[in-house]
């Protein structure tokens, strides 16, 4: 079973800062199909980045990730009020065939 | 605009099976994967398996053995029937569409582009 750990638990920053948030697999992530998910509270979770570094729909461009094989990062290039919640990484391929990390939360410092 | 909403008993009593529907609007349910994925009170995301529009199915191997999926394409809808469930299974469920996207590189990557709200299922005597 792959295992996705996430670095820093948490992430205190203030707006306008640069957050850099670590995604690492305990085997390489199949062609490369690492996403990033956005979640505040009472909220679904919200696809940010597909393919370890394609943005989804919509997805501002302060949001990037990139990586290849067992290490990921997300880059929000500066924070804006409402980038504070946390966030996940999820891989696709090996049994189960989707896990998510166990998230980082990015609060106001 | 694609949009899933899930739907059943908020409370299922300890050793009973939980039954949850999700509805599709705004799309067919043809031709995507549609997933489960729950979430623990304060915890993070577990996938619980996936539904395609032809029947198959592909389970967590941790709740495999209580877990059913199916779909209803004249409905637009699928569904999930966890059995024996217990307070560990008390949690967020979410239904998502599992999307595959092609990359440069020739490969294909697999995430979940639409998300229900999430439906809170307690399990509880």
């Known amino acids: 079973e792959i295992v996705l750990t996430q670095s820093p638990g948490t992430l205190s920053l203030s707006p306008g800062d640069r957050a850099t948030l670590s995604c690492r697999a305990s085997q390489s992530v199949s062609g490369n199909s690492l996403a990033w998910y956005q979640q505040k509270p009472g909220q679904a979770p919200r696809l940010l980045i597909y393919?370890?570094?394609s943005r989804a729909t919509g997805i501002p461009d302060r949001f990037s990730g990139s990586g290849s094989g067992t290490d990921f990062t997300l880059t929000i290039s500066r924070l804006e009020p409402e980038d504070f919640a946390v966030y996940y990484c999820q891989q696709f391929g090996a049994s189960p065939l989707f896990t998510f990390g166990p998230g980082t939360k990015v609060d106001i410092k | 605009q694609v949009q899933l909403q899930e739907s059943g008993p908020g409370l299922v009593k300890p050793s009973e099976t939980l039954s949850l529907t999700c509805t599709v609007s705004g799309a067919s349910i043809s031709s995507y994967h549609w997933s489960w994925i729950r979430q623990p009170a304060g915890k993070g995301l577990e996938w619980i398996g996936r539904v395609y529009t032809s029947g198959s199915t592909n389970y967590n191997p941790s709740l495999k053995s209580r877990v059913t999926m199916s779909v209803d394409s004249s409905k637009n809808q699928f569904s999930l029937k966890l059995s024996s469930v217990t307070a560990a299974d008390t949690a967020l469920y979410y239904c998502a569409r599992d999307s595959v996207d092609w990359l440069p590189t020739g490969e294909f990557s697999r995430s979940f582009d639409y998300w229900g709200q999430g439906t809170l299922v307690t399990v509880s005597s």
């Open positions: 393919g370890a570094s």
